[in-house]
């Protein structure tokens, strides 16, 4: 199967351990892409996120989560570079040049419509995966999360459209 027409899962980045290795939150991402990616032939996994506050890059512990899974290392596409969920999309615009396969957003509940939003805008016909059932977490960090949304959604499909008419994106 070509890569460009292989299903594409980006599984988008949050926060590494001190010690390097996944946090709860990134862990539950990769896991939703490979639950969802058994049910596709060969999927193309793209983990994508740059070094937070902790090292290494986000995008190469998911790779690694993913190898440990026993995804073949041809089947993985890792951007390491990006630091938001903007710039992810701008660099996996870049990486998935040519791609013509659908795309999935593989990311947090809270998450998604944003990865989705800014994927679509990007000129992907990009499809939310399904998400990984969460434990329930304090009602007052859910609705952090979903309030940082409210503003950062908005904001980065603002930013995208523009750069996306300045022929920047």
């Known amino acids: 199967m070509q890569q460009a027409t292989r299903t594409a899962i980006v599984i988008f980045g949050a926060a590494v351990k001190p010690d390097g290795t996944p946090s709860r939150v990134l862990l539950l991402r990769v896991q939703a892409a490979l639950a969802h990616g058994r049910t596709l032939e060969r999927p193309l996994y793209v983990p994508t996120g740059g070094i937070g506050r902790h090292g290494p890059a986000e995008a190469v512990v998911m790779a690694g989560v993913l190898r440990d899974a026993c995804v073949a290392v041809e089947d993985i596409l890792i951007e390491p570079t990006a630091t938001d969920t903007l710039e992810s999309v701008r660099a996996v615009r870049r990486l998935l040049a040519g791609h013509t396969g659908p795309v999935l957003a593989a990311s947090s509940k809270y998450h998604q419509p944003r990865c989705v939003l800014l994927l679509r805008i990007a000129g992907f016909a990009a499809r939310a995966c399904p998400v990984v059932p969460e434990p329930t977490r304090a009602w007052r960090r859910r ?21 996306r008419v300045a022929r920047r994106f």
């Open 143 to 163: 609705w952090f999360w979903r309030a940082k949304e409210c503003v950062s959604l908005p904001w980065d499909m603002l930013l995208a459209t523009l750069l």
